[in-house]
T-cell receptor, first 109, second 116 residues
Framework: LAKTTQPISMDSYEGQEVNITCSHN???????ITWYQQFPSQGPRFIIQGYKTKVTNEVASLFIPADRKSSTLSLPRVSLSDTAVYYCLVGDSNYKYIFGTGTRLKVLA | DSGVTQTPKHLITATGQRVTLRCSPR?????VYWYQQSLDQGLQFLIQ???????AKGNILERFSAQQFPDLHSELNLSSLELGDSALYFC???????????????FGEGSWLTVV
């Protein structure tokens, strides 16, 4: 089971780029990396998923180095509405999709 | 809207009682997952079903049980409820069950359970 480690919290200002890094040292060969966003009292929402190098969609980018032992979620020009908890999830061959503690991002005006 | 539907949205019940939470997965999804999230806590994986069969089990209490029906909806049964069972219970679904590679899980909005 690939355990993930993320910073507990981060603060940023509106308009800045935010990078949240997740460590997953024992990621397996077939594992994908997925990031979720969760607002209070709501279900986690899929943001982005990747296997290697870089993936970009309309809301974020995901950078994965060659050794895949970490990944970085990049949120361009954050706004107050991006204040949320962000979870990094690594696929598990035992089908136990266990979330880590997540990173609580606070965007300040 | 993720397409995962959970009912009821809110539930208040007394200690010692039993409740059933219901989940309808996204159309076409064969896997269903249940998670528990207590106040200001992380997501605790409880159990996963694939096409009616239990696939993986997490830290699910013996007082809790779940099942997935032939129409793929799932129910989580919580019995002998205690105050500490008060939490947000999420159901999630995904297409993939045989191969977790690239599996994307979509979450419902949760069922708020308050035990008094």
């Amino acid at each position: 089971l690939a355990k993930t480690t993320q910073p507990i919290s981060m603060d940023s200002y509106e308009g800045q780029e935010v990078n949240i890094t997740c460590s997953h040292n024992n990621i397996a060969t077939n594992d994908y990396i997925t990031w979720y966003q969760q607002f209070p009292s709501q279900g986690p929402r899929f943001i982005i998923q990747g296997y290697k190098t870089k993936v970009t969609n309309e809301v974020a980018s995901l950078f994965i180095p060659a050794d895949r032992k970490s990944s970085t979620l990049s949120l361009p020009r954050v706004s107050l509405s991006d204040t949320a908890v962000y979870y990094c999830l690594v696929g598990d061959s035992n089908y136990k999709y266990i979330f880590g503690t997540g990173t609580r991002l606070k965007v300040l005006a | 809207d993720s397409g995962v539907t959970q009912t009821p949205k809110h539930l208040i019940t007394a200690t010692g009682q039993r409740v059933t939470l219901r989940c309808s997965p996204r159309s076409g999804d064969l896997s269903v997952y249940w998670y528990q999230q207590s106040l200001d806590q992380g997501l605790q994986f409880l159990i996963q079903y694939y096409n009616g069969e239990e696939r993986a089990k997490g830290n699910i209490l013996e007082r809790f049980s779940a099942q997935q029906f032939p129409d793929l909806h799932s129910e989580l049964n919580l019995s002998s409820l205690e105050l500490g069972d008060s939490a947000l219970y999420f159901c999630a679904s995904s297409e993939v069950g045989q191969d977790p590679s690239g599996n994307t899980i979509y979450f419902g909005e949760g069922s708020w359970l308050t035990v008094v």
